[in-house]
């Protein structure tokens, strides 16, 4: 069964403006970390922000935070003020206690000017 | 900068052949992943290994195999390559293995794009 899901293909946003990115993943581990990374043109896999199951805050990084809704099993990423350098994919990914990582599909994250 | 290096960048070879990818992790990680991402399959877990030792094993084909070296640098093999092998291969590291929590986390080197002619 898919772990990961995130369920928009391709998102459009307005330079300036913020913008979330869907997550929701399936476990019965109570243990376990949620990631985000950034995947440009260029290829390269960049880490962005990470939650673990147990933090009580949601995780910052700049202008990044990821919106996490334990109950529900979400883990969106927000990003703030956006840039045209967020142009790019972006994958969710959850590792259980001695598992894989699992990413999902990714979202395609388009900046408009 | 990750502070993961994979060389080559690029990779061009043809169906039959044998390759060879190159990765050193970030000083102090002792787990190495490989990927595989296709356009048609997303990014796909090879194997895992921590401080010498194989710890996991993904979607790996039999054709393929890779090590971990006492320095830790790490080297993933395909070989007898086909068409469908056509890819950008990544390597990760992280400082441990399969713990849970932030230090999983896993850096990803730039990758090398192989085709296969």
């Known amino acids: ?113 | 900068d990750s502070g993961v290096t994979q060389t080559p960048k690029h990779l061009i070879t043809a169906t039959g052949q044998r390759v060879t990818l190159r990765c050193s992790p970030r000083s102090g990680d002792l787990s190495v992943y490989w990927y595989q991402q296709s356009l048609d399959q997303g990014l796909q877990f090879l194997i895992q290994y921590y401080n010498g030792e194989e710890r996991a094993k993904g979607n790996i084909l039999e054709r393929f195999s890779a090590q971990q070296f006492p320095d830790l640098h790490s080297e993933l093999n395909l070989s007898s390559l086909e068409l469908g092998d056509s890819a950008l291969y990544f390597c990760a590291s992280s400082v441990v293995g399969r713990a849970g929590g932030r230090a999983d986390t896993q850096y990803f080197g730039p990758g090398t794009r192989l085709t296969v002619l």
Do not use: H
Request: aromatic content about 12%; proline content about 3%.
């Open chain 1, 1 to 113: 069964a898919q772990k990961i899901t995130q369920t928009q293909p391709g998102m459009f946003v307005q330079e300036k403006e913020a913008v979330t990115l869907d997550c929701t993943y399936d476990t019965s581990d109570q243990s376990y970390g949620l990631f985000w990374y950034k995947q440009p043109s260029s290829g390269e896999m960049i880490f962005l922000i990470y939650q673990g199951s147990y933090d009580e805050q949601n995780a910052t990084e700049g202008r990044y935070s990821l919106n996490f809704q334990k109950a529900r099993k979400s883990a969106n990423l927000v990003i703030s003020a956006s840039q045209l350098g967020d142009s790019a994919m972006y994958f969710c990914a959850m590792r259980e206690r001695d598992d894989d990582m699992r990413f999902g599909a990714g979202t395609r994250l388009t900046v408009k000017p």
